[in-house]
């Protein structure tokens, strides 16, 4: 049988770490490029477009906040109308927060309520 060289062995190692650290490194700088591309503030601002495009709750809550704005406006519309009068403008200036209040309440709830309706389902 063969001895082996201790030195010899030594070698070997040192090569295959060599190697080895020859890959890290490549993986490193790769991944570095990679981070460095997605911290650009324009892809930054594509994710975040993306990210709400493909977002549910996000759009759920837009939709909520523009019927409890729409809702709040028509209701001070209609209390308003024509009037020049202070005390119907900030009586209708009140109603309208409490309109878009109650009906950006109750869209959380329908939403709720319908995500309740699908989980049972399933």
Do not use: C, W
């Not at 759920?60 to 019927?67: F, I, P, T, W, Y």
Request: proline share 1%.
């Amino acid at each position: 049988m063969k001895k082996v060289d201790q030195n010899q062995l030594l070698d070997e190692k040192i090569r295959l770490l060599k190697k080895k650290q020859l890959n890290d490194f490549s993986v490193l700088k790769e991944q570095f490029f990679v981070t460095a591309e997605s911290l650009k503030p324009v892809n930054i601002i594509k994710e975040t477009i993306h990210d709400f495009k493909n977002s549910k709750d996000i759009k759920n809550s837009l939709l909520e906040s523009a019927l409890g704005i729409a809702g709040g406006f028509v209701t001070r519309k209609m209390i308003i109308g024509k009037s020049s009068n202070i005390f119907k403008k900030i009586s209708a200036t009140v109603i309208q927060y409490l309109v878009s209040n109650f009906i950006t309440n109750k869209a959380e709830k329908i939403n709720i309520n319908e995500k309740d309706i699908q989980n049972s389902a399933n």
